[in-house]
């Protein structure tokens, strides 16, 4: 199969259309306390087109000089292969195969529905949403049309989850999953609704959302069901998301609540509430961005705030402060490691070569 893909990026790169971008980030990033990393990274992307047939491959590697955190964070000097798949074109109709992303959610934290997707928790919040994430393996067909598309995706290895220490290492389990999602726009609204069987859990959802000038108004609603658990204690949890996105001139907002509830079993219910909100401003090579998030329930809280400037059209240079606070779970751990608030320098090289 290795073999097979690399022959077939050799061929296309040869006789197809190509563009390959590439780029190296360096990050130094300290707590109140204590250097938490000294990393550089190298990204890079493959897309190539020959006719009706296309690949994609991205990926980054990292080289992290803090062994100490590299152990606590479970974040060693190794390479991330984010996306690679064939693609086959045909009008309205197309179909992959190979590891990629399926984002099917309409909300921006969690619970959601991107079932299939995966999150590096153990790299906390430093890194850029895009590396954060990490997709499953397998096979989707689309059909796309004007106002309606249908997605069917099969997949036979899930997106990998992993979290610093002391959690526990995550098994990245490989088993046949399936699911479907259907889109269609009406009067200005869009829907969506799917169903997706991950492992041993069944997930339901719909969203809707409304375009004006200005503001796109957003709902999201989910159910899980957990099978893996017998009667009478299977598991359901229920989640429901309201958001905006708010286009104001060079600014961006994007507000959200989430409503979680959970139920094992008659004895057992848990209801949580959280609020997200994303401001970014990005007038010329300026780029300032706000991020605050809190769970009122659990206490648990994160708090960003980046500017950013683009020296060149290649060269862009980004300090960030963050903050973490929780009682208990994630957020107390990611507490732990930073210590208080955390500082961070980044300066990226990228390029772009066409072929």
């Known amino acids: 199969m290795r073999f097979g893909l690399f022959l077939i990026f050799v061929l ?24 938490l990393a000294h990393r550089l990274l190298v990204k890079s992307k493959l897309n190539s087109n020959l006719g009706p047939f296309g690949i994609f491959i991205e990926g980054f590697g990292e080289v992290e000089g803090n062994e100490d955190q590299a152990f606590i964070r479970r ?10 798949y064939l693609e086959f074109k045909l009008e309205s109709f197309y179909v992959r195969v190979g590891r990629q992303a399926l984002r099917w959610s309409e909300s921006w934290t969690l619970p959601s529905l991107d079932v299939w997707t995966g999150r590096r928790f153990n790299r906390l919040f430093f890194d850029p949403l895009a590396d954060q994430l990490t997709h499953p393996t397998g096979a989707t067909f689309t059909y796309a049309a004007d106002t309606f598309s249908l997605e069917l995706a ?3 290895e899930v997106a990998e989850t992993t979290y610093p220490i002391p959690l526990p290492q995550v098994e990245n389990e490989k088993n046949t999953s399936f699911g479907a999602r259907a889109k269609w726009t009406l009067g200005g609204f869009g829907f969506s609704a799917m169903s997706a069987q991950v492992l041993q859990k069944n997930t339901f959802g ?16 989910g159910r899980t069901v957990n099978s893996s658990i017998l009667s009478p204690f299977v598991k359901y949890s229920d989640y429901q998301t309201v958001g905006c996105d708010i286009f104001l001139g060079n600014w961006i907002l994007l507000p ?57 059209d290649y060269f862009t240079i980004l300090g ?5 606070s929780g009682q208990s779970g994630l957020y107390k751990i990611y507490e732990e490691i930073t210590g208080g608030p955390v500082f961070g320098l980044r300066m990226e090289l990228s390029g772009n070569l066409a072929f």
């Open 12 to 35: 296309s790169s040869v006789i197809a259309r190509a563009d390959l971008t590439g780029a190296a980030r360096y990050e130094y990033i300290r707590g109140s306390e204590e250097e």
């Open 75 to 84: 974040s060693p000097t190794k390479g991330y292969l984010q996306e690679a």
């Open 154 to 156: 099969g997949i036979g």
């Open 206 to 221: 719909a969203t809707a959302n409304y375009a004006f000038e200005t503001a796109v108004p957003k709902i999201e609603l």
């Open 256 to 312: 959200q609540i989430s409503m979680f509830k959970a139920d094992s079993s008659s004895e057992i219910f848990e209801e949580q509430t959280s609020y997200y909100l994303s401001a970014q401003w990005n007038p010329n090579r300026h780029d300032i961005q706000v991020q605050v998030f809190t769970n009122t329930t659990t206490e648990d809280s994160f708090g960003s705030i980046s500017y950013g400037y683009n020296w060149t």
């Open 320 to 324: 960030f402060v963050q903050n973490y």
